[in-house]
């Protein structure tokens, strides 16, 4: 994974006097983590150092294996201190770790080392107070960082740039416009050259309130406020979507590794339910037509969630057929859709090689040397096939519209068996 998707905010002077001062009371290790388990200060150690602390302190960051070992606890719904076990496999030693809150939001978590599970009675209290001063000072750094109020509203700009009405997306536009600096976003309303839309889906699972949206915005993070590119992004409990535009749209390289190390974040942040997939759009000519890049990437999210063969991230401009075909509602995307003569193909004895010979056929336009060499049979064989399939179909492969009859339906059945396939899956994880 990306390093920054896995270090937090170095934490403030104040937040590291505090920590060095718990540790120096109680002699032991302190660590601030985030609620990602991402690092925000430590103190010196006392001779408890584990390995995974020694890695963390090295790397500045905790290795991926940790973190999700520390959210597998459910420290993220923890209301009261606990000791997070020891795992000799991994090299943790035990901790003490105090859930911070401060009016219902979960700040961050304060770790003791403490192998042997030892703590008295009066080192828990100790760690009590310097928790609350710990957790107010954290508190009001958010706030006055303005951080909660700054992406509420620039989680509503987004979302009115991207969404249905025109008179919304006007004044979206102007608000992205008015704030642009290095990007060629500037405030005489000349839009920028491109904008590109990326949305990550997951499936709702039993992770706690909260816990999905932070994970989400911590993926994220790296790839925000590069040198080439402002950004924008929206949250929600079951995706987010991300805004890229400036003067130069990202190469499909860098469009690739971004896409790879999100996924890649939200697999250590989440656990296996979630299934992140994610769509891009296409790079559109300005902020006006953000929203038809983050239509296109609904439908390549669609694309990656209903087929294999896109690896969980799907490109609109990958999609091919697939781009229109995949804009049917859910409702309407079923076997009736399948034309008749392809439908008696797949009942017809000996229907899967048929229909095998077929897709290979349209697939290489037609061309019988080349479906033969591919399906490895002689060509003589290859005419035996295409009779038979125009003897069940009735439909003439020298065609153009026949065969886009059936290339059409060859899609839509290879959708629907993706569903199928999908759907067994889920049942037997049930």
Avoid at 165 to 183: C, E, I, M, Q, V
Avoid at 187 to 198: C, I, P
Avoid at 258 to 285: H, K, N, R, Y
Avoid at 330 to 348: C, F, K, Q, Y
Wanted: aromatic share 4%.
């Amino acid at each position: 994974m990306a390093d920054g998707s896995r270090r937090a905010r170095a934490g403030s002077e104040e937040l590291r006097e505090l920590v060095e001062e718990l540790a120096d009371r109680l002699r032991r290790s302190v660590v601030l983590d985030d609620p990602l388990v991402r690092l925000v200060c430590s103190s010196r150690h006392f001779g408890d150092a584990d390995p995974v602390r020694v890695r963390s302190l090295l790397q500045g960051r905790a290795d991926d294996e940790i973190i999700r070992y520390v959210l597998d606890q459910g420290v993220t719904q923890w209301r009261q201190p606990a000791y997070l076990p020891a795992d000799d496999g991994l090299g943790f030693q035990a901790r003490y770790c105090v859930p911070l809150r401060e009016h219902g939001h979960l700040l961050g978590l304060l770790m003791v080392l403490s192998p042997e599970e030892d703590l008295t009675e009066q080192e828990t209290a100790d760690i009590d107070k310097w928790a609350r001063l710990v957790a107010t000072q954290m508190y009001a750094e958010h706030l006055a960082d303005g951080a909660g109020s700054h992406e509420a509203r620039e989680q509503e700009q987004l979302l009115a740039l991207i969404g249905a009405s025109p008179a919304a997306r006007t004044a979206a536009r102007r608000h992205f416009l008015g704030t642009g600096t290095d990007t060629g976003a500037g405030t005489d309303g000349t839009d920028v050259r491109h904008a590109l839309v990326t949305v990550v889906q997951v499936t709702r699972t039993q992770e706690p309130p909260g816990r999905t949206e932070t994970a989400l915005r911590g993926a994220l993070e790296r790839f925000r406020r590069t040198r080439r590119t402002q950004d924008a992004v929206a949250v929600s409990p079951d995706r987010a979507v991300l805004l890229q535009f400036g003067e130069r749209a990202p190469d499909a390289g860098a469009l690739s590794a971004q896409s790879a190390g999100i996924l890649e974040a939200l697999g250590t942040f989440l656990d296996a339910g979630a299934a992140p997939v994610l769509g891009v759009g296409g790079a559109q000519a300005g902020l006006a037509d953000a929203w038809v890049s983050y239509e296109q990437a609904l439908v390549a999210a669609r694309a990656a969630r209903r087929l294999p063969r896109f690896g969980r991230i799907a490109r609109w401009e990958e999609l091919g057929e697939y781009a229109v075909l995949l804009q049917l509602p859910d409702r309407a995307l079923n076997a009736s859709l399948l034309p008749g003569p392809l439908r008696a193909l797949l009942e017809a004895p000996g229907g899967p090689r048929l229909v095998d010979t077929l897709s290979t056929f349209l697939e290489h336009a037609g061309s019988v040397p080349r479906t033969a060499e591919s399906l490895g049979i002689h060509r003589t064989s290859l005419y035996y096939r295409l009779r038979q399939i125009q003897d069940i179909t009735g439909l003439d492969l020298d065609s153009g519209a026949d065969r886009l009859v059936l290339h059409l339906g060859l899609r839509l059945d290879g959708l629907l068996q993706s569903e199928k396939n999908d759907t067994a899956g889920s049942t037997a994880a049930q």
